[in-house]
Nanobody
Framework: HVQLVESGGGLVQAGGSLRLSCATS????????LGWFRQAPGKEREFVGA????????LYADSVKGRFTISRDNAKNMVYLEMNNLKPEDTAIYYC??????????????????WGQGTQVTVSS
């Protein structure tokens, strides 16, 4: 049974940084791709980025490219989302997700099989 627990959210001023963590557990997770999504109030959940099973390939939404970085440590069963130069429009609940596949090419939330409970990120102007 795959479980995901996000942490690291909080309140930050525009231009600041946060690092989100996602602790994973369950059989085979280290062999699967991982993704980050976010959902702002009144909006649909949207893709933020993804990382392949070995960490060698990443994909980012245009809105975060150059500001956000995804990494993973399979030995520790952790995945991270480093967020820099945060903007008020980055305010959302951030979710990590597992896709039973190996590459980082999928961006739809329906492509992902397991989800964490989310962590709130609020960016003040």
């Amino acid at each position: 049974h795959v479980q995901l627990v996000e942490s690291g959210g909080g309140l930050v001023q525009a231009g600041g940084s946060l690092r989100l963590s996602c602790a994973t557990s369950g059989r085979g997770v280290s062999s699967y791709a991982l993704g980050w999504f976010r959902q702002a109030p009144g909006k649909e959940r949207e893709f933020v980025g993804a990382i392949s099973w070995g960490g060698g390939s990443t994909l980012y939404a245009d809105s975060v490219k150059g500001r956000f970085t995804i990494s993973r440590d399979n030995a520790k069963n952790m995945v991270y989302l480093e967020m820099n130069n945060l903007k008020p429009e980055d305010t959302a609940i951030y979710y990590c997700a597992v896709r039973r596949g190996t590459g980082a090419s999928r961006t739809k939330d329906s492509d992902f099989n397991y989800w964490g409970q989310g962590t709130q990120v609020t960016v003040s102007s």
